[in-house]
Every structure is written in C-alpha cells, then in structure tokens.
C-alpha cells in the first residue's frame, strides 16, 4: 500500500486551477455542456454580415465560476489554434466553433469591460448608448494593439503571423485621446479586415457583472465624506444599446459576446422586446457525473492525474454550491493530501475548512457549533462534510433516533438531519397531481411548466436538480417528506430566485408521491447552510408581511384561531379578496363547518338570486359539508348559490363531497366549490386582518394577486358551466335596468318557450302592446359583446328580434 | 445702501415679479440693477457677475411663503432697517392709541415675532426716527405697499397677516445650490432647494442639474429596484428602506437630504394654485417646529413628474420611467450628470438603511 502510495504521489498530475479561474491558453479540453456548444455554433454561424444586417449581440451567461471566461477562452483559442477541444460527457470530440487562423473570417477580441470603462474615462468620456458599440470596439483594438492580455496578444500575434495587414492596421491606430471621430476609426480598421478577408470582429467583453463587482471601491459609504464612484450605470445602458437598432446598422461587421452574471442578465431579460434583439445563452450548471466522466477523460490522455472517489468529487461540489471556479479551488487544495493516501472524503474536506486559508470562503468558521451535538458525534460530522444523505440501512437506527434529535441553532430551531423518501411518480404523474392541486396551476401547453404561487416552475428542471443531488438504487430522487425540510430542499437545490415560495404550493403534489418509508438518511439543508457558506447566499423567506414583529404577531395568532374562527376569517379575507366587504350573517357554526350568508355587490358570477345574497359554506369535514349543503337546499330556503370553501388537504373529504353532489344533482348546481390550499388559508386569513397594502411585502402582494386572478377565474369557470348547462340564464332579472320589467320579461319568455309556436304577434295579444314593448326594451340590454357575453335569449340579427333559449331550458319547460 | 428715494422710487410690479420668478427657480437673469442692487444689500440674493444672474439664498425663502406677489413685497420691503423702523414706529404709534387692555393683549399676541425688535425701540430714544429727513416716501410706499393710509390701519394689516411683516432672519447665507452635482461632498450647511418651478422637467440634463428636481430624480433612482441596493420604497407617505419603514417620506426626505445631498426642499416664496396642480391652497401655511414646510411638496413633485413622464407610480411605488433614464444615457454629458446621480442616489439608500422610525421621529421633535 505504502509504495503504491509513493508511486501515485511521483507521478500524480494536479489537474485543477489554483484559483479557479480559467488560464489562457487552456490546458486540457472544454467538456460537457453540449447546450451551450449547440448553441453558440448556431448564434455564430448567424453573425453573418450583409446589406441592412446590425452589430450582434449574445449574452453568455452564468454565476461566477460558472464557466463563461473558459467558454470564451475556448472560442479564442481555436481561432489561434490552440484549443485542446471540446469533449462531451461521454468524451466524444464536439465540431470546432471557429476555424484556425481565422479561416472564417471572424477575429475574436476579448476585453474586459472595467477595462474599457477605465480606458475611456481616461480620456474624459464615458459609455452612452449611441457611442457604446464604437467606444467598446476602439478601446477592444487598442487592447489588442497593446497586447494587454494573453488572449490578445494570443490574437495580436497569430494576425502578425497569418494577416499582417490587418495587425498593421491595428498597431497604427492612435491613442484613445487623440481619436475623435471614432466611428471612422473603427470602420477603418473593419475596412482592412474586410479587404483581408476578415469579415467579422467579434468583441468578447468580459466582466459584464454585478455592480458590487465593477463598482471601483467598495465598501460603506457612511463616514465617508466623499460621494463614492458608481460605475453601476455602465450596466444599465447594456439594454438601451440593444435597443439602439439604429446605432447598430451602422456596425453590421462587429459582434458582442457579452459575458454576464445573471443579475445584469435579468435587467437585459425582463425588457421582452429585447429577446429578439441578441442571443441568450445560459450556461447551466455541470452535474457530478459530468464531472466524473471529465476526470475520466483526462484520465485517458494524462494517467497521472488520479482516481478521485465519486464521493469525494461529490461532496466538494455540493459543498461549493456547483460552482465550479471554487470546486477547482477545493479540489486543488485537497489534492496533495489525497495523493499522499487520504482517501476519506470527509477528512479532506474537514482539513481543507481548518487548514487552507481560503476554508472559510467554502466552509462557514465554527459553522459546526451551530448545530447542537455535533460537535461531538463522529457520525453528524461524517454526514454533515460528506454532504449528501446516505441509505439508511447504513445508519444504527438507535444513532438514527438520536440524530433526528439534533437542533439548529436558527430561528426557527430547524431539524438537523432529515429521512428522506424515494419520488414514486414521472414527471407525467406529477403533473397529473399538480393539475388537481388547488394551489397549482399546470401551464396550458408549456410543458412541464407550472404556476405556483407566484413563480413559473419547470417541474421537469426541477426533478433534474433534485436527481442530481441523490437517488435511490432505482434513480428516483429522494426528498424528506416534512414540509419544512421539503420547502428548504427543493428551495436550496432549484436556487431561491427560480422557486420563490413555489415549493410551499408543490408539496402537496410531491407528497402524495413520495412513499412512506425512508430510504436516505442525511443532513437538513437548514445544517447545510451552518456549514456551507456558499449556501448561504440565498436566504429562504416567506414573509407576508414588511414587518417583523407584525409578521410574528399574525403568525401567533392565526395559530391561536379555533378552527371556527379560522373558518369565519377563510370566509372573510375570500370576500375581501372579491372586494366585497358586506357583513356576513352567521347561520350555523361548529368545529366542522361554519354556514353564512352575505349579500355581494360585485362579483358577476355569484350574483344570481333576486336579492343578490350567497351562501358561504366554509368547512373541513365531508359528512359535516354535505348535512350543510343539503338543509341549505330544503323547500323553507331561498334558492342562493352556495360559495363551498373546502378547508382540508384530506383527498377523502374531497371525493366524499363530490360523490354527493354527483347524487344531488339540484344541490351540485348551486355550488361553486374553492378547495383552499394551505398556503390560501394563510394568505386570505392576511386579507382577512385587512392589512394595507404598504404593510405588505412583494411576495405576500404577488401571491394575493394570483390567488384573487385564481379565484376569479375559477368562478367565471364554474358559471359559464352553469350557463352551457342552462342552469343560469346570464344576466337575466340581474342587471338594475331589467329590475323594472321583470315580470313582463319572465312572463312573456315563459309563454314563448313553452311553446315554439308562440311569437310576439301572439304574445302582443296575449298580454297587451305595453308589455311586450317593455320585455323587448329589456332584452336589447341581453345584447353580447366582446367584454360582456350573454345567454343568447334573442337574435337580435332577425326582424323583429326572435328569442331564443339554451336547451337545456327547453327542455326543463317542455317536461 | 439704498437711500429713502431710491426705496421709494422701486418699481413694485417689476419686483414683485422679480420675487415671484427667485422665489420659485431660485434664479433670474438681467434683472433691473436698482433692484438688483437693493437686494443683494439684504442678502436676499447673490448675484454673479458674470453670467448677469441672481441666485436666491436662504434668507429669501425664510421671509415665505407667501399667497401673492404682493406680500412677496411687503415682507422683502419690510427688511431694509429705515423702511423697518418707519414701520415699527407705526406699529408703536397705533398700539399706543388702545384703550382697551384685553384688545391692546390679543392685538400684541399677533406681533409676537416682532416682539424683541419692539421693546428695543421702545426702549430707545423715541426723537431717533424724527432726526431722520423726510418720511413722506415711505408714507407713500406704506399706502401703496400696505394699502394703509394711516397707521391703525397699517396695523391692522399686520395683525391679519402677520407673515407680511417677518421677522429678521439671521444665521448664515447660503445660495441655492444650483452647482449641487458638482459638489464632491455634501457641504456643512444644507442649501435651499425651491420646488416652485417645473420647467427644468423639459429636459433631463436640468431635471437632474436642478438641486430640487436633481434630488427628486436621485431619490426615485434608489427606488428603481433593479440592483439590490435600490432599497428606497416610496408608498403613500411612507418612506421604506428594505421593506423596513423609515418614517413619513417627507419628513424623512428633508433629513436624509440634508445629511446626503446637502439640500433641503423649500417651499416657493409666492405659492400659486396653478402650481399645487389638484392639491387645495391651503388658508394659512404652517411649518412644524423645525421650520420644516407642511405643504404636501412630496405628493405636488411627484405629480408634476409624473405628468412629464419621469416618475411612474408601479404597483403602488414611485420610480425613474424608463423613458427618462434612457435620456440619461443618451451622451457623454447626460452620462457624467447620471453617474452624479447615480453616486448620491447610492448614499441616499445606504444611508436610509440606517434610518429608522424611531430616528425620524427623533428628527422631528429636535
């Protein structure tokens, strides 16, 4: 063993960067990411210049260390010839982008954007949008004419040698000062190129990143006397320069590969005439077995680099946030130790947190006194720095029991370890659930896309991350199935950003998939995020409320409600959020169901009686609804519609109320049934307590304003079912102007359905000119219109108008 | 210094109007040299020499505002010191006429801010005034100015409207602060910024160079929301610096303006409803015990913003339009003003974070 050792640590090549970030030229192949290969090739081969064509622009984006200098470090290494490929995961060699020796005519320029600014500020001007694309280029070639970075003088050099025209070109050109036309300038130098055969500048500007990265002194203003430089609105023009077309038709020969993090991504993005004005290209993150197959690789071509447990290359990714600058800075650091015969990836990873100064930047100092115990017990420690959950037979249940035990010190004193279940279902079962999830919404023909609460989540993305980060011998992933540790797990994997406060809306849905028994048991990511500083960036909140203690005080009490006051308060904040704030009349309450009427003054689909009141049932209990409904439907009540908000997340109780409605036919036809979501509960108790708006925070604000689009949408739905059905005859003896002449507009529709032979030359007759001339004066308000439509009672296109009635009416009159 | 013909013979309407256009822009230019001379004399303004140009100081808006051009004058005549103590000698000459004690109380309630220059007269030698030439100019100026034929009435004027007749103001001298972007530091003493007029919002180099407008669009620049630190939430009346309430936007404005801009937002010296837009003239102005203007100054700016189409009001926040920051990126001269803006708009929210209610509050009440 000893001399194996020796022999693997003689030869053994590290083959991670230092500081984890990439070095010109690169010394082994780009791999994976496939994607981002497919689709730079394709947005390249589009920068093809011709008559009325503008500048191109595309986006490369990705969080830092998540691979863009690398990607471009790539494209201008194979334009110099000095790539060392691109490589699948399965180690397949990918196509060239750009050919060697600029053999396609483009000439990538790679350029740091502080760079730039400072150069332009130098000379007294600053990046406006109608400048931006010339500046940018100008300050790119003299970059290049001074050979400031080894990926420019890479470029520089390989022109001297293979296009001397054109670098002539470029060393002639002035200082910046002394330029003063500078769109001459640059076209200048397009010209030569172009007469070289050189018909694409392709300008790489890097660092495209965010202010608190490209501000020139950070730090706290306060105390400072001096107002601080800003550099922030060097980011901000980005999207005025993409919309500036006509600036851009003038530079039909220089492209932009902007490489930005995704914050300046998301002030390009959320402007949606600016998708079709460049090219978006998101870097994705690499999964573990991509990285395993790269080592592999590298393996194959250089056998000194050596066989890294999975485990190990797992832990230190996850432990990194999968970012890969800080993997490589993780892995370099462990390296030797490994070679030397640690091979418990725990122990590395431990040594790296206490020995290597930049420990701390990966693991949080003294983050393991946070979580009560684990100090001294070997086994949460093994867990806890090997990151991922373990099958759960491997585990002494009796340490199990203690270990489920184990508090973070955190607000909320959140589990430490967590059991974790097998996902039994494919993403169709999944979405199958999803469409009958009151508070999820599956997106009409967008894929795996759904609307919960106030984020569009993939679920098929969101299946990926969860897979990447543990499965079961079967490759189901595994998720714990407490609601807390749930929402933090699929939260932390899919990132804060993506999932907002999705994953409290999804749980119902995962859960009726996930099975019973564990089959993983590991650390909660409430601990990971005491040990791991990279997960800590993003902080997992839910608040309703701007204010804390506010926030704490509406927590307490809706905790303190007995059920029936929380059943009156669902029933409320349902009104509040319709904008109707009558006063309701309690019928009946208990622990079940809670039975009240209101008069509405707003909602369209609701009112429907004569003297505009509703029903409101609000209730958890099936056998309980279904007594209620029914004594509201006896002969003694007036005909209402009966408002059901179903306050349980018991499937039973559902299906055992839909099964009596099925056999009640006449009672099924009153009920607008609103199956609540818990998070629905929360939120109309808030609307309930009748919180300003100012008091709120954005997220509560979002989630009010998809939760009242929900509930109007699902009433609309359910009275345009009433009405197909003929049920409800829209909006008969509703609207003020046909209140006068009801009685001449029931009476005469009455004796001309009861008989198709009956017409207004009969009804004249029958009930006098007067009469009829009322009805009809009535009925033009029964016109449709594109914002209002209406059960068509008339054909108003005959003359004089002919009624008409749905058939199910009809049929009703003619039994 | 102004002799008693001089005074006399000052055209009314033309400083009216002079006081009217300082007191809503803080500037004017090429004014009549008479009456340019006799205001730099009572630091009213200060003028540049160069540029031929009046810049109001603090001093100006102190004696404001007021509901037209008219008491404009009466309070801008009433600080030369002869025409002053003309007028206070009427005062006295009118006080000493009462017979009833209760209505000499009430009447002396009124002249309360003129209270210590009065006593001092009456402490004085009564022939002081008498030894000075003729006082028939400033008879005819009272009566033309105060439509007072005598000096009952004259008093009974003042005790209507007691701000015609303002008190001296004192302490430093301090220009608007037109030069406010150029600053490298906010300076010690804050400067006035009058709100009064809305034509640099034609254009967005003078919005942002205008210290009340410029301030204005700093303020909504950190409420923009696209970087992390655009913390400001500017809703209803209240000011919120990361979803944490900081206090009454206006009052906290005021403070968070002084300390980071090195301005502070005064009310014009002629209030007009024109400007108000839908907010009502108010009967009488008020300050609170800073000296602070309760006029709803916030809510008129950010009208008039919103109707050039600077300021949008988005889910209930105030913010730039987009519209206006594009113009700001428009060319190197807008870029440099909107990096200015940028750098105090950056003080403003981390400041504010630092701001809380309970400090408004403190500022307030001192």
């Known amino acids: 063993m000893s001399k194996r050792r020796d022999e693997r640590n003689i030869e053994s090549t590290n083959p991670w960067n230092e500081y984890g970030v990439s070095s010109y030229p690169p010394r082994a192949p780009m791999v994976g990411q496939e994607q981002v290969h497919r689709h730079l090739d394709s947005a390249l081969k589009n920068f093809q210049p011709s008559e009325g064509s503008s500048a191109w622009f595309c986006a490369l984006t990705s969080t830092w260390g998540g691979g863009k200098t690398r990607t471009a470090d790539e494209l201008v290494s194979q334009s ?71 990926q420019l003088k890479a470029v520089m050099q390989h022109l001297e040698a293979v296009k001397p025209a054109v670098a002539r070109a470029i060393r002639a050109l002035p200082p910046l000062k002394d330029v003063t036309d500078e769109r001459a300038t640059v076209n200048g130098v397009v010209a030569v190129m ?15 990143e965010d202010p608190s990265e490209i501000r020139n002194k950070p730090g706290g203003v306060l105390g400072q006397e001096a107002y601080q430089e800003i550099k922030d609105t060097y980011l901000d023009v980005i999207p005025e320069v993409l919309k500036s077309d006509i600036v851009r038709q003038g530079f039909p020969n220089i492209g932009f590969l902007l490489l930005c993090s995704p914050a300046v991504y998301s002030t390009i993005e959320k402007i949606p005439s600016q998708t079709r004005r460049h090219y978006a290209i998101p870097i994705g993150r690499n999964t573990v077995a991509d990285l395993c197959g790269y080592l592999t690789h590298l393996r194959k071509s250089q056998p000194s680099i050596p066989e890294y447990h999975d485990d190990l290359v797992r832990a230190a990714y996850l432990a990194t946030d999968r970012n890969m600058g800080w993997m490589n800075v993780v892995m370099y650091s462990v390296h030797q130790r490994f070679v030397d015969g640690e091979e418990d990836p725990v122990s590395l990873l431990r040594q790296f947190a206490v020995a290597d100064p930049r420990g701390k930047e990966v693991f949080v100092e003294n983050g393991i006194d946070r979580i009560l115990g684990a100090k001294t017990n070997s086994t949460a420690q093994s867990l806890l720095f090997g990151q991922t959950p373990r099958a759960i037979d491997l585990i002494d249940p009796q340490e199990r029991a203690s270990l489920l035990g184990m508090k973070v010190v955190d607000a909320t ?3 430490a370890f967590t059991e974790l279940c097998p996902l039994r279902a494919t993403l169709s079962e999944i979405l199958q659930t999803a469409q009958q999830e009151a508070g999820v919404q599956v997106i009409s023909g967008g894929g795996a896309q759904v609307l919960a609460g106030d984020m569009k989540v993939d679920l098929a993305r969101l299946l990926e991350d969860l897979s990447a980060y543990q499965c079961d011998d079967a490759g189901r992933p595994v998720i714990p199935r407490d609601k807390n540790q749930f929402i933090h797990h699929v939260t932390t994997l899919h990132g804060i950003s993506q999932t907002g406060a999705a994953a409290q809306y999804l749980y119902p849905v995962f859960l009726q998939h996930l099975a019973e028994t564990p089959s993983h048991f590991g650390p909660s990511f409430a601990a990971m995020r005491q040990i791991d500083k990279r997960l800590q960036r ?49 019928f009946s309450a208990d622990d079940h169901v809670v039975v009240s009427s209101v008069t509405l003054e707003r909602t369209d689909p609701l009112l429907l009686s004569q003297d505009s009141k509703i029903w409101v049932v609000v209730g958890n209990k099936g056998t309980n609804i279904r007594d209620a409904l029914t004594s509201l439907s006896t002969a003694s009540q007036p005909v209402r519609p009966i408002l059901l908000l179903l306050s349980t997340d018991d499937p039973s109780q559902r299906e055992l109320i839909d099964q009596s409605l099925e056999n009640r036919k006449a009672i099924k036809e009153r009920v607008f049934l609103f199956p609540l979501a818990e998070v629905d509960e929360r939120l109309l108790f808030l609307k309930a307590e009748s919180f300003g708006d100012s008091a709120l925070t954005n997220l509560a604000r979002s989630l009010l304003y998809r939760l009242s689009e929900r509930i109007k949408e699902s009433l609309s739905g359910r009275f345009d079912e009433l009405v197909k059905a003929g049920v409800v005859v829209r909006p008969l003896f509703r609207a003020n102007s046909w209140r006068t002449f009801e009685r001449e507009l029931a009476e005469v529709w009455l004796f001309m359905a009861s008989n198709s032979a009956n017409d207004l030359t009969k009804a004249r007759s029958q009930f006098g000119e007067t009469f009829v001339t009322h009805f009809q004066e009535a009925l033009v308000n029964n016109k449709p219109t594109v914002k209002k439509p209406t059960t068509e009672l008339v054909d108003h296109d005959s003359d004089p108008p002919r009624p008409e009635w749905p058939p199910a009416c009809r049929g009703l009159l003619s039994c | 210094m102004i002799d008693h013909n001089t005074l006399a013979s000052i055209n009314l309407s ?110 004085r030698s009564s022939t002081e005034l008498e030894q000075g030439t003729s ?90 929301g696209d970087y992390e630190w655009q913390s400001l939430i500017l809703r209803g009346d209240l000011l919120r610096s990361f979803h944490r309430t900081v206090g009454n936007a206006q009052l906290a404005l005021d403070s968070l303006w002084r300390s980071e801009f090195g301005l502070y937002p005064v009310d014009p010296l002629v209030i007009t409803p024109s400007l108000l837009g839908d907010h009502p003239l108010p009967a009488v102005f008020q300050t609170d015990d800073k000296g602070r203007s309760c006029l709803p100054w916030l809510k008129i700016a950010l009208d008039h913003l919103h109707r050039s189409e600077i300021a949008i009001e988005s889910e209930g926040s105030w913010r730039l339009t987009d519209r206006f920051r594009t113009q700001l990126m428009r060319d190197d001269e807008h870029m440099m003003a909107f990096e200015a803006i940028r750098q105090r708009s950056y003080r403003l929210a981390r400041s504010a974070t630092k701001f809380t209610l309970a400090s408004t509050n403190e500022v307030a009440a001192s």
């Not at chain 2, 730099?40 to 810049?55: F, P, T």
């Open chain 1, 80 to 150: 110099t010839g000095e790539t060392c490929g691109w490589i699948d995961r399965t180690g397949t060699e990918l196509p060239l982008i750009a050919k060697a020796d600029f053999a396609d005519g483009l000439v990538p320029v790679m350029v740091s954007y502080k760079w730039v600014i400072r150069q332009v500020e130098d000379v007294k001007r600053r990046l406006p949008f109608t400048e931006w694309i010339p500046r940018v280029t100008l300050a790119a070639l003299m970059g290049l004419r001074d050979q400031s970075a080894p």
């Open chain 1, 194 to 208: 172009q007469q070289h055969g050189l018909n694409r500048l392709l300008i790489i500007v890097e660092e495209v």
């Open chain 1, 413 to 415: 004193s959140s589990s």
């Open chain 1, 538 to 586: 993003e902080e997992i909140q839910f608040r309703l409320l701007d204010d804390e203690e506010a926030e704490r005080k509406l927590n307490e009490k809706l905790a303190g409600l007995s059920v029936t006051d929380r059943f009156r308060r669902f029933a409320l904040g349902f009104l509040n959020t319709l904008d109707e704030s009558q006063a309701l009349g309690e």
């Open chain 2, 14 to 123: 033309l400083f009216g109007n002079l006081l009217h256009k300082l007191g809503s822009s803080g500037r004017a230019q090429n004014a009549e040299p008479k009456l340019r001379d006799f205001m730099v004399s009572l630091q009213l303004v200060s003028h540049l020499e160069k540029a031929n140009e009046l810049i109001a100081t603090d001093r100006l808006f102190e004696i404001g505002p007021t509901f037209s051009e008219n008491e404009a004058v009466r309070s801008a005549l009433a600080l030369q010191s002869d025409y002053r103590l003309y007028l206070q000698h009427l005062l006295l000459s009118s006080l000493s006429e009462f017979s009833d004690d209760q209505s000499l109380g009430k009447t002396i309630e009124q002249l309360d801010h003129l209270s210590f220059e009065l006593l001092q007269l009456v402490r």
């Open chain 2, 135 to 224: 006082f028939a100019e400033f008879e005819k100026l009272t009566r033309k100015v105060w439509q007072s034929p005598d000096a009952i009435t004259f008093l009974s004027k003042v005790v209507e409207t007691p701000s015609d007749f303002p008190s001296l103001p004192n302490g430093s001298v301090i220009k608007v602060g037109f030069d406010w972007l150029e600053w490298e530091t906010p300076p010690l003493n804050p400067a006035p910024a009058p709100w009064g007029d809305v034509s640099p919002l034609h254009s967005a180099l003078e919005t942002v160079r205008n210290p009340f407008w410029g301030a204005m669009a700093a303020t909504l620049d950190a409420c923009t």
